[in-house]
């Protein structure tokens, strides 16, 4: 059964800094992986969508990339903005089946 | 393409009532999954359906709740009997293919339940 670990759990930088959330999965027969990212009581935004035969996806300041065979992804944001502050999620896809991590908190400070 | 639509956003229910979600997937998916987030905690799988169809229902509880997915109109999360655990945001995606292909999920924005 897949289960899928974000560290770490929260992170609050200065504005302007690179950062890097860490998600790992335990079944590499994935088929996707998917970042999304969560504003307090709101829903789910698709951030990136990275296929299993793909390494990475780019999408303006944000870079996923994508390690089946050690069961890693990493979303990397460059140059944060207080914008960019809500909790992001990974979620690794298998049969039918799409599993969770917990998220990362992040808060980006002016 | 209005997105997949949930309603209502929030719902509030007395112990012992029943709770009626609605979600309308994108137009074109025909595959309907339903999780549910507890405060401070991350998305639990519950339920996946195809039109008319339970394809997979190994996390939803086995007492009080059900889903359906009808030929014509909304998927239905119904929760009979609530209790103030089930207080929570519960959320539904959706998607074109059986693996989430190349498009991934779809998310709406979710009913929040509260149980008074």
């Known amino acids: 059964k897949q289960e899928v670990t974000q560290i770490p759990a929260a992170l609050s930088v200065p504005e302007g800094e690179n950062l890097v959330l860490n998600c790992s999965f335990t079944?590499?027969?994935?088929?996707?992986l998917q970042w999304f990212r969560q504003d307090p009581g709101k829903g789910l935004t698709s951030l990136l969508l990275?296929?299993?035969?793909?390494r990475e996806q780019t999408s303006g300041r944000l870079n996923a990339s994508l390690d089946k065979s050690s069961g890693r992804s990493t979303l990397y944001i460059a140059a944060s903005q207080p914008g960019d502050s809500a909790t992001y999620l990974c979620?690794?896809?298998?049969?039918?089946?799409?599993?969770f991590g917990a998220g990362t908190r992040l808060t980006v400070k002016p | 393409n209005a997105g997949v639509m949930q309603n209502p956003r929030h719902l509030v229910r007395r112990r012992g009532q029943e709770a009626r979600l609605r979600c309308s997937p994108m137009?074109?998916?025909?595959?309907v999954y339903w999780y549910r987030q507890l405060p401070e905690e991350g998305l639990k799988f519950m339920v996946y359906?195809?039109?008319?169809?339970?394809?997979?229902e190994s996390g939803m509880p086995k007492e009080r709740f059900s889903a359906e997915f009808p030929k014509e109109g909304p998927s239905i999360l119904r929760i009979q009997q609530v209790v103030r655990g089930d207080s929570a945001a519960y959320f539904c995606?959706?998607?074109?293919?059986?693996?989430?292909?190349?498009?991934?999920?779809?998310f709406g924005s979710g009913t929040r339940l509260t149980v008074v």
């Open positions: 979620a690794a896809y298998n049969n039918n089946d799409m599993r």
């Open positions: 990275i296929q299993s035969s793909q």
């Open positions: 359906l195809q039109k008319e169809n339970i394809i997979d």
């Open positions: 079944d590499s027969a994935i088929y996707n």
């Open positions: 137009k074109g998916h025909s595959h």
């Open positions: 995606a959706s998607s074109p293919t059986t693996t989430g292909g190349n498009y991934g999920y779809t």
